[in-house]
């Protein structure tokens, strides 16, 4: 390679460093700015609760758009890491959910709100962490893909299971609705992919962006619909929050050590299990508990948390080297448009 092509190559790289730090430090303030209006002004974003599937399927549908048929060649390639990612996920993070429920005491509906968000699948901001903090692109990629096209059929069954014996769970219901949030938007993105690739390319820069309003919406949203149970619980359902993200990042990161994965695939588990598509957990809140808005506040709150402990717990990985036998092998990962989850 040319002392030009070198250059070429470290300008793109450090540019696609830039934009991907600018989207994890942005989308957070944007997420809290947004909580922080919903507070306030509940009855301004109270009224437009039924638009939360429809801002959902929004950024399900930008998530289908940046996935590519490689994406899904990876999942072929390593059947059984990807397998270990996802058995982790909703493993670890629905049972952390039903264990900090139960240890806090929480009310019937915060319960439901964490176990619901411990059910989700992840969220697709994830890949950026991965990204950022030099783990498994690929592996996040087709992680945070599978989980979420099996999503329809295991967040109502664990839903349903865990969250059972707290309040009434419409699991076929619950089924329904993520077919028409998630699936369908996400096979659409792909089909549109598929056959409109140049087009998509040439705009590949907005699809972030329209997902970080649609997900700061929905935040919005769900915390004017929740603001009442915000001021009583605020405190109680932070904590749950962050010891439930906290959990799925160590016990994330601990799973690809015990299955002797590199150090690259451990980092993109720690971020696949702890990092959940709290969009959906709090569209199917607000959707199937609308009579107990206390539901929705545990998502909107992971919302924020998550990206924020994310962004850290990167820059913290980014900063222990990789063994030079693990850079060696490290190959240029491509990053999604960023997604809030």
């Not at 439901?112 to 411990?118: A, E, Q, S």
């Not at 219901?173 to 077919?179: A, G, K, R, Y």
Request: with cysteine; proline share 6%.
């Amino acid at each position: 390679m040319s002392q030009i092509d070198s250059l070429s190559n470290n300008t793109a790289q450090n540019r696609q460093d830039r934009s991907a730090l600018i989207a994890v430090t942005i989308f957070p303030l944007l997420v809290l700015a947004a909580g922080a209006a919903g507070y306030l002004f509940p009855d301004t974003f109270t009224p437009f609760t039924p638009q939360v599937p429809y801002l959902l399927g929004i950024v399900m549908l930008c998530m289908g758009v940046t996935l590519t048929p490689p994406d899904f060649a990876r999942i072929a390639k390593r059947p059984w890491v990807v397998l270990l990612g996802l058995v982790a996920h909703y493993v670890i993070m629905p049972l952390a959910g039903w264990a900090i429920a139960h240890a806090l005491g929480l009310n019937p509906a915060l319960a439901v709100g964490v176990i619901l968000v411990g059910c989700a699948p992840s969220g697709t901001a994830s890949n950026v962490m991965t990204y950022l903090a030099k783990g498994d692109v690929a592996l996040s990629v087709s992680v945070a893909t599978l989980s979420t096209l099996v999503a329809p059929v295991l967040t109502p069954l664990l839903t349903l299971w865990l969250a059972g014996s707290y309040l009434h769970v419409a699991a076929g219901s619950m089924f329904l609705d993520i077919v028409k949030t998630v699936l369908i938007p996400v096979i659409l993105g792909v089909v549109i992919r598929l056959v409109a690739g140049r087009w998509v390319d040439r705009i590949a820069g907005v699809f972030p962006w329209v997902s970080v309003a649609a997900i700061s919406l929905i935040v919005a949203i769900v915390m004017g619909h929740s603001a009442a149970a915000f001021r009583t619980s605020g405190l109680l359902v932070f904590v749950a929050v962050v010891l439930h993200n906290g959990f799925g990042l160590f016990l994330g990161y601990l799973s690809g050590k015990a299955a002797r994965l590199d150090h690259r695939a451990r980092r993109a588990l720690a971020f696949e299990v702890g990092m959940q598509n709290s969009g959906l957990a709090a569209s199917l809140a607000a959707g199937h508990f609308a009579s107990m808005p206390a539901a929705a506040l545990p998502p909107a709150i992971f919302s924020v948390w998550h990206n924020v402990s994310g962004a850290v717990t990167a820059a913290f990985f980014r900063r222990r080297p990789l063994p030079e036998a693990e850079l060696a092998a490290t190959e240029p990962d491509r990053v999604g448009a960023t997604q809030a989850g």
